[in-house]
């Protein structure tokens, strides 16, 4: 069951995609079907084609997050400003991730530092495998929101994972 409220949506299992848009639908309405695509709701309707040019640039804002930091999703979401909504909305939360990614990154360094006044050995041993298993889960969440964006439906981040501050 999904419940809407002004903001967001939220499934009976109490996830937030954060976009009043999004919506995860269980398949994708024929191009001619007006109907289905009214029924699947607003997220559906601003949906592109799946594999289609909008599709393509939300994946590669997923997929860049890794490599060139906030440098693609910022310039895919400065860019999106007169395409569709739902490429904006792709860009803006892998945006969102980078920027919750680099918050814990900075506040591991900032742990790490003070614990290696004391041991340098230490605090590499705690701080490098707890970055490292960060990286790897993210990673693995931009790869399933990259596979949700070219099927065009929403991604699905947990939300310690994503700060909504780009919209």
Known sequence: MITE??????????????????????SYPAPG????????????????HPGGPAA???VLAYLTVPVCGFVFPLLIYLGARRR????????????????TGALYDLSALIMATMLALDS???????????????????IAYLVRAALAA???????????????IAR
């Open 5 to 26: 409220s002004k903001d967001s949506v939220t499934s009976e299992q109490g996830s937030t995609s954060g976009y009043p848009d999004y919506r995860p639908v269980a």
């Open 33 to 48: 079907d007006a109907a289905a695509r009214a029924a699947a709701g607003p997220g559906a309707a601003m949906a592109p």
């Open 56 to 58: 393509r640039r939300a």
């Open 84 to 99: 569709p909504r739902w490429t904006r909305a792709h860009a803006a939360h892998a945006l969102n991730v980078w920027i």
């Open 120 to 138: 340098a050995w230490a605090a590499l041993a705690v701080f490098g495998p707890l970055v490292a298993v960060r990286w790897a889960v993210t």
């Open 150 to 164: 070219r099927r065009g439906t929403a991604p699905v981040f947990p939300a310690w994972m994503c700060i909504r």
